[in-house]
């Protein structure tokens, strides 16, 4: 005698998984992609790093007289006269540099988020030193970086906060702004700068990634071309402020 064995549901077909539904609303653009946002970070972070190699520059004048950073503060101003009204490159400058800086933050929230909401549930094994450093620097020091170009410009861009005031000449405000009796303010730059120049490396990095240029070939060379941007900036920023703190410039 023989007998069957029904196997019943174990063996029964798998139905076909249904198509996905169509997505609703607008398709989607580039910018609305993470390589987009990552494009975007990309593009406006060249465009601040222009611009910081450009003050810099500027900055260091202050080494030659008083005369020579004031007319460099003046040609930003009165550059393109007649042709146009004064103020009107530097005003340019000036949008297209808080444009820069907005979208720059809004790529950057955009991803976090987005990373995020692909990670509900957290990794159960602890991220890496360096990552955990880099994200802390990329989020905190962007934060403030932010707060302190809000109180870099009231102070030696509008004068609200030097001791010169707002009618004093550019030179005469970066001396008094970084007086020996201020050195706070010096120390709060110092600190400012180097957070600067972490992001920026790491930032520069990222950019590379972003571009598709980092490779196993570049890699090293990459790395070491972010870092050296990042330290002749820092250094360039930092050397006026030290030296009129202790007395090299008067």
Do not use: C
């Amino acid at each position: 005698m023989t007998a069957t064995i029904e196997r019943g549901a174990a063996t029964a077909p798998i139905p076909p998984k249904p198509a996905d539904k169509p997505t609703r609303g607008k398709p989607r653009g580039f910018l609305a992609s993470s390589n987009g946002k990552k494009v975007v970070m990309a593009v406006t972070g060249a465009v601040m790093v222009l611009f910081l190699v450009g003050h810099m520059v500027g900055n260091l004048k202050i080494f030659i007289s008083r005369d020579s950073f004031n007319d460099y503060a003046t040609a930003l101003r009165t550059l393109l006269e007649p042709l146009a009204p004064y103020r009107t490159l530097l005003t340019i400058v000036e949008v297209v540099l808080a444009v820069s800086v907005v979208l720059h933050i809004w790529a950057a929230v955009s991803l976090s988020r987005r990373a995020r909401a692909a990670r509900p549930v957290k990794y159960a094994a602890k991220k890496s030193q360096a990552g955990g450093y880099a994200t802390h620097i990329m989020r905190y020091g962007g934060v403030t970086i932010v707060l302190f170009l809000v109180w870099h410009l009231l102070d030696l861009t509008f004068g609200v906060v030097n001791p010169k005031g707002p009618v004093s000449t550019p030179a005469d405000r970066m001396i008094a702004g970084f007086d020996p009796s201020r050195w706070w303010m010096t120390l709060i730059y110092l600190v400012a700068v180097v957070m600067v120049g972490l992001h920026l490396r790491h930032g520069i990095w990222s950019a590379f990634q972003t571009l598709g240029w980092a490779n196993r070939n570049r890699y090293k060379a990459l790395r070491t071309g972010a870092a050296l941007v990042s330290a002749v900036l820092v250094i360039g920023f930092l050397a006026p402020p030290l030296a009129i703190t202790f007395g090299v410039v008067k």
